[in-house]
């Protein structure tokens, strides 16, 4: 059964500017002046507003189509928020390992081998090992879940996942009681990940996060392997990537292979390229701004010059309810 997304305030009608938003954030990587202008005029500008009915067909594995829920595939809108076309979900990509553009991962990530994959268990836990995608599920079917997704740089989308929850991972590994946090780690792969290989390549190679054990175990943290009814494209990480709805982004570690049970906070990838600007919690946050832009609203795609789609940005990206309890007593402004 799908988790519907709760509406809260319609679009407004005020600019943010979009380029400089991720532009800046490539800055920071050391882009040089030739890959910002190519970038002038994104993809996305043009995309028509369609949403499941553009999904291109693609087989995953034997377990993966046993494993499909009968109930996917029924909404285009969610209460008044309309799911992202596929074509933008699919061509508007963060993974860095593939490059630094937003079309380098459609571009690139088809030449990952993805199949067959596995997983190390380790750290903390009862029942360390080397797990085939198959075991790490057990005897869970996959759930279609219909969420959020708010990018640090201040655009969103609304994309249907097929996954299942960390939570039951977790329990089946058998975390002791030292474990406090779970730290993840993407594939490292130059060969076939080109992006790691150019001399943009500045972030610290395996990207790396983490998570607090509570937050992990929280019944909205997804370990996805598909998307829009049909298994996980390569550029929105194949064939395992974590989703944390409340959080930015970048949190949802693509192509993962390793997941380690820890007592110490695990240091992460942003945190450790810049940690004044991006830190362990990440919670989306309106009212917390990015050192360099404001987080108050956000694009949601496909937006263009015509239609911008700005939007308020929603405290836990509208997961409050939920959440919340999380991090009462925290300091949200010390912990971003
Ligand atoms: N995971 C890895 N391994 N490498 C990355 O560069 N980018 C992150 C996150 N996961 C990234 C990653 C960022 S910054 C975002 S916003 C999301 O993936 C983007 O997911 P999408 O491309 O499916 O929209």
Redesign the pocket.
């Known amino acids: 059964m799908p988790i519907k997304i709760v509406p809260r305030s319609a679009c407004r009608g005020s600019e943010i500017t979009p380029e400089a938003v991720y532009l800046s ?1 490539r800055q920071l990587l050391g882009a040089s002046g030739a890959l910002l202008a190519g970038a002038a005029l994104p993809g996305w500008a043009l995309a028509a507003a369609s949403s499941y009915g553009d999904v291109e067909a693609a087989k995953g594995p034997d377990w993966f189509e046993r494993k499909l829920p009968d109930t996917r595939w029924q909404a285009a809108t969610v209460k008044g928020e309309d799911i992202t076309p596929f074509k933008d ?2 061509h ?7 490059g630094p553009d ?1 079309s380098d ?1 459609a571009a690139h990530a088809g030449q990952l081998p993805t199949q067959p994959w596995s997983v190390v268990v380790d750290g903390e836990v009862g029942k360390p090992g080397t797990y085939g995608l198959e075991d790490l599920f057990g005897p869970d079917t996959l759930e279609e879940r219909i969420y959020r ?1 708010r ?3 201040a655009w969103s ?1 609304v ?1 249907p996942w097929l996954g299942f929850p960390l939570a039951s991972l977790l329990k089946r590994v058998e975390p002791n009681g030292k474990a406090r946090y779970v730290r993840f780690e ?2 490292k792969d130059p060969q076939h990940m080109p ?1 790691m290989n150019s001399s943009f390549a500045l ?1 610290d190679w ?2 790396v ?1 983490g998570l607090r054990l509570d937050e992990a175990m929280h019944p909205l943290t997804l370990m996805t392997v598909g ?1 829009y009814g049909r298994v996980l494209p390569n ?3 194949a064939p395992l ?2 989703i944390v709805p409340w959080k ?9 292979v390793r997941i380690s049970l820890v007592e110490e906070q695990p240091r992460t ?2 945190q450790g390229m810049a940690p004044n600007e991006y830190g362990f919690y990440a919670n989306v946050n309106p009212e917390v701004d990015h050192p360099r832009w404001s987080q108050a609203r956000e694009r949601r795609l496909p937006s263009g010059l015509f239609s911008p789609n700005v939007r308020p940005t929603l405290m836990f990206n509208g997961y409050g309810e939920e959440v919340a309890s999380l991090y009462s007593g925290m300091d949200l402004r010390r912990n971003y």
């Open positions: 954030r979900a699919t508007y990509n963060n993974f860095y390992e593939f937003k991962p997704m990018c640090v740089e989308m994309i993407t594939l992006g972030l395996p990207y996060e998307m550029q929105n990480g990537r974590l930015y982004g970048f949190k949802g570690i693509k192509s993962i990838t942003w």
